[in-house]
């Protein structure tokens, strides 16, 4: 197991521009919750769904197991139908920030211009050194 720090966004994001910091903590938490929900679809959601119809007798279905089986799998079904709709609604928030922050028109009061600006990541935020890499 890798070594984890337990470090909040607000401490990682310090560029001096608040407008900035606002804008990057923005999307480092909306990037948070998109990893928190693919780590619970893996988890809850991807085991029972694909054993859900795997107990196939070879003598063939008895009568009512079908029933029994789908009744048994409605919570799981409940929780993706949730699932799902948090994930609907995080990447609408995700394309709703971006369009705010890549606004073609300038005019607008809340958009800011951010083509010129440059993030400085010191070496003590980020340890890559023991860092392993995996291919998928």
Same mark, same amino acid.
């Given at each position: 197991?890798?070594?984890?720090? #337990?470090?909040?966004?607000?401490?990682?994001? +310090?560029?001096? #521009?608040?407008?900035? #910091?606002?804008?990057?903590?923005?999307?480092?938490?909306?990037?948070? &919750?998109?990893?928190?929900?693919? &780590?619970?679809? +893996?988890?809850?959601? $991807?085991?029972?769904?694909?054993? $859900?119809? #795997?107990?196939?007798?070879?003598? =063939? &279905?008895?009568? =009512?197991?079908? +029933?029994?089986?789908?009744?048994?799998?409605?919570?799981?079904?409940?929780?993706?139908?949730? $699932?799902?709709q948090r994930v609907q609604k995080v990447i609408r928030n995700i394309m709703h920030q971006?369009?705010?922050? $890549?606004?073609?028109?300038?005019?607008?009061? =809340?958009?800011?211009?951010?083509?010129?600006?440059?993030? +400085?990541?010191? &070496?003590?935020?980020?340890?890559?050194?023991?860092?392993?890499?995996?291919?998928?």
């Amino acid at each position: 197991m890798a070594p984890f720090e #337990n470090l909040s966004l607000v401490r990682l994001v +310090q560029s001096g #521009n608040k407008m900035v #910091n606002k804008v990057v903590l923005t999307f480092s938490a909306l990037c948070l &919750e998109a990893s928190q929900l693919v &780590e619970e679809a +893996q988890s809850k959601l $991807y085991p029972p769904l694909m054993l $859900y119809g #795997n107990r196939v007798a070879a003598e =063939g &279905e008895k009568t =009512g197991e079908s +029933q029994m089986s789908l009744s048994r799998v409605l919570s799981t079904l409940h929780h993706a139908a949730c $699932y799902v709709q948090r994930v609907q609604k995080v990447i609408r928030n995700i394309m709703h920030q971006l369009t705010s922050l $890549y606004r073609t028109d300038k005019k607008s009061s =809340g958009t800011i211009d951010v083509s010129d600006v440059h993030f +400085q990541v010191s &070496e003590g935020v980020f340890n890559f050194s023991n860092h392993q890499s995996t291919s998928i």
